[in-house]
């Protein structure tokens, strides 16, 4: 018979309970048996949603982030934070935003907070997680108790528990010595506490757990590959067995590795990584269990059953009881349940399957696979109708924006002039000074901004009124700006929900749930917008609320756009037709705004490709493929515009080194990142590559409560300077301001604008 299983599932909730009640804790609001008992609620019916599957994941439920959770499970602390005593819950605040809550800081006697955490994305996905940090004296030790708390309630429920750990070697290659240590020389030190940790659920009764190396499907050298060896040699003694979870790509030469380790059960991707099962299948030994993932864990469209079991069928002959399917991940990375969307486009959604959906699918062949396809027959026929009506549908399909990605040229993607020749010109208008100041665009979501745009949203409020409501926010936004003496102004997007779906909105070939929430990191979620057919923009979309906002102030004002590598990215994307072909439909569409925006007279333009690393393949070898498309996207969008108007761009979280020649290649005149968490580490790929445009490395840490004060700036911004000439370095914020609150935006940006005055002095 074969097993259903499931390697995660979501843990916000279907309506974000987790989320608001992690706010309301950090705020003050609520207390902390409030947020344990909502956890608690929230574990219990994510078990009982997953009845009838045969394993059930305990441990991925977190209250910020599981990566986070498995280093104080090692007991990986940061030295910052281990002068508070006891806490782990409140520690994990600290370490993953800079402070936990004001009554735990009142009573720990902190007042200011500690450095949070540097925080990047999980291998492809927009999920951040908090980096583990290491150094020579690294040192590990065990405390299971999140985990054997969660293992006794799942048990106290019924629950048959497969708990889920990260594994030795992916842990500790997502991490960052702080140092000029090797990771790997942390290996035998590491290796007993995981070995401790198996012990311990054994003892509970355990018999399986879930160890996550998706490390696996990325190219490894010589001394990672030997480090696998060397850690699951080292494991194989222990009385569980050990299911090898690998996920998000291709095991490829990683094949013959991955098949022998001394483990019980090894999981693919058969979603991105279908070519590798019929090799595993001939390497695998016969006593080992071999998990498929077969239904995809990441986007948000129905399974085709009936060719899953076209080709699950004649595996489950040859291996019996040792196949188990599953998702090909994590269902993080996906909403809760389709069934809670009462104003979702009908049509689109009867295409669609969320997390509870896919539950039902992952059921719905384990009956076929152990009962025959006559029992689920009239299953199989429904999800047979909808695939065709999707295929055919004639909402997909648009000859003219067809035509017009066949017209694309190399021509469309060019400047009129290179940067040393443009940027005289920019300068002539804008007239800054050295070390321009500005902010990445958002401004925070007040309460007044958020109640207008429900109200307007349940129609109490009407056109003419929501547009008053959101013009104030907007005037407010520059008159905050100009009293802090900002260079170049933003308008602040009061009117945006999100960077993505308020692009989505008004552009064709997209639909929106109401609930389809899924985690970012910690409390933050993001609704990603369903891109189902082809894109085109049938009106402007910002150059209201920009025009508006440039003529309030005689500075110049940013019109803010996101990128179309990022809205592809961070959208659940159409799986009938390249992503390459997709991201060139939004680039002429976003083209054009960019053009209707200079032609409103607004000369700097900031076209946001927040999710450009992001979306790189995990093996290099792939990488050049699609930063062909991504970059020549980017261009395409930027570069119909005069030499005088000026194009920036910003990237969030991202590791530039070995891709900076590409970002350099899109050409955007200023390019703003994140520093402010990794101290400036993120310059370092600018030692060797002398980038040729005007930067701003982020100074604020926007994902913390925590301001910085100016001396703290002033030493990032020399820092910088030590690798970027003065004359081509702004300061900025690492990020948009939209999460943060006025109380704590308008002394950063103080000091922020106090720091570019003592550069200058300095400068001078």
């Known amino acids: 018979m074969t097993t259903t299983h499931t390697l995660g599932f979501p843990r916000i909730g279907a309506r974000r309970e987790l989320k608001f009640a992690l706010e309301s804790y950090w705020k003050g609001d609520s207390s902390r048996d409030a947020l344990e008992a909502l956890g608690a609620q929230l574990r219990q019916r994510h078990w009982a949603d ?29 030295e910052r934070v281990r002068g508070f005593h006891g806490d782990v819950l409140d520690n994990t605040f600290r370490v993953a935003r800079g402070r ?27 999920y951040h997680y908090i980096v583990p940090e290491f150094t020579a004296e690294t040192d590990f030790q065990l405390d299971a108790s999140r985990l054997l708390a969660q293992l006794a309630e799942a048990k106290a429920q019924g629950v048959k528990a497969k708990p889920v750990i990260i594994g030795p070697v992916t842990y500790l290659a997502i991490g960052k010595a702080k140092d000029d240590s090797d990771k790997l020389a942390l290996l035998p030190r590491l290796l007993p506490v995981y070995a401790q940790l198996l012990d311990t659920l054994a003892e509970q009764g355990v018999e399986w757990v879930q160890i996550d190396e998706p490390l696996l499907v990325t190219e490894l050298d010589a001394d990672w590959r030997h480090a696998f060896n060397t850690a699951y040699h080292e494991l194989k003694s222990s009385r569980t067995k050990l299911l090898l979870a ?39 030994p016969s006593s080992k269990v071999l998990s498929l993932g077969v239904i995809n864990g990441r986007n948000i469209w129905k399974t085709d059953l009936t060719a899953v079991l076209d080709w699950l069928e004649p595996i489950a002959q040859r291996l019996g009881e040792r196949l188990w399917i599953a998702p090909s991940c994590s269902l993080l990375h996906v909403p809760v349940d389709l069934a809670s969307e009462e104003k979702l486009d009908a049509e689109v959604k009867s295409w669609l399957a969320f997390a509870l959906q896919k539950l039902d699918e992952l059921k719905l062949l384990g009956a076929a696979l152990r009962d025959g396809r006559d029992a689920v027959r009239d299953a199989l026929a429904a999800n047979q109708a909808a695939l065709a009506a999707r295929r055919t549908s004639s909402r997909v399909t648009h000859p003219a924006v067809q035509a017009a990605v066949a017209c694309i040229d190399t021509h469309l993607g060019m400047r009129e002039s290179r940067y040393n020749k443009r940027a005289p010109k920019q300068a002539e208008w804008l007239k800054l000074p050295i070390f321009p100041t500005t902010t990445i665009g958002s401004f925070p979501q007040t309460a007044e901004i958020r109640q207008a745009r ?3 949203k349940a129609g109490h409020l009407d056109m003419a009124g929501y547009k008053s409501a959101m ?20 308008h602040g997007e009061a009117e945006r929900n999100d960077m993505v779906e308020y692009f989505g909105e008004q552009l064709e070939g997209y639909v929106f749930s109401q609930f389809g929430w899924v985690q970012s990191y910690g409390s933050r979620c993001v609704k990603p917008p369903i891109l189902f057919g082809d894109i085109s923009r049938p009106r402007p979309m910002t150059i209201e609320w920009i025009t508006y906002a440039q003529s309030l102030t005689s500075k110049p004002m940013k019109g803010m756009l996101t990128g179309p590598v990022t809205i592809l990215n961070w959208s659940f994307v159409r799986d ?31 076209i946001d ?20 498309w991504a970059v020549e996207s980017f261009r395409i969008t930027a570069n119909g515009v005069r030499d005088e108007t000026q194009i920036h761009t910003h990237m969030c979280y991202s590791e530039f080194n070995d891709i900076i020649a590409s970002i350099a290649d899109m050409d955007a005149d200023v ?21 040729p445009n005007e930067i701003g490395p982020g100074v604020y840490d926007i994902h913390s409560p925590n301001i910085p004060t100016q001396e703290h700036i002033v030493a990032l911004m020399q820092k910088a300077a030590e690798r970027i000439p003065a004359e081509r370095l702004w300061v900025n914020p690492d990020c948009g301001l939209k999460t943060r609150q006025w109380a704590e935006v308008t002394p950063a940006l103080t000091n922020m604008v106090a720091a570019a005055r003592t550069l200058r002095t300095r400068a001078a």
């Not at 305990?58 to 940061?78: E, I, K, R, W």
């Not at 009142?106 to 200011?112: A, E, Y």
């Not at 790509?249 to 001394?262: F, I, K, R, V």
Request: glycine fraction near 8%; charged fraction near 25%; charge should be negative.
């Open 471 to 490: 013009r104030r926010e907007i005037e407010r936004s520059v008159r905050e700006q100009e009293a802090l003496g900002l260079d170049v102004l933003v």
């Open 246 to 284: 690998t996920y998000f790509g291709q095991l490829q030469e990683n094949q013959y590795l991955a098949a022998n380790l001394p483990v019980a059960g090894l999981h693919v991707d058969a979603i991105n990584g279908r070519e590798d099962v019929g090799p595993i299948l001939n390497l695998l």
């Open 671 to 691: 390019i703003t990142i994140e520093t402010a968490r990794s101290d400036m580490e993120l310059l370092d790929a600018f030692d060797d590559f002398k980038y």
């Open 609 to 628: 490709e927040a999710a450009l690393r992001e979306g790189l393949p995990l093996r290099k070898a792939q990488w050049q493929d699609y930063l062909d």
């Open 576 to 606: 009938d037709q390249p992503r390459s072909a997709s991201c060139r439909q939004l680039a002429l569409a976003i083209r054009q705004e960019v053009l209707d925006l200079e032609k409103a007279g607004i000369r700097v333009i900031q």
């Open 100 to 126: 936990s809550a004001q009554a735990a800081e009142v009573h720990t006697g902190c007042c200011g907070g500690v450095t949070a955490g540097e925080m990047t994305k999980w291998f492809d996905t927009n």
């Open 454 to 456: 429900s109200e307007f």
């Open 50 to 78: 997953q009845t009838g599957i045969d394993l059930v994941p305990v441990g991925d439920f977190s209250y910020y982030d599981q990566v986070l959770d498995m280093s104080f499970t090692l007991g990986n602390l940061p």
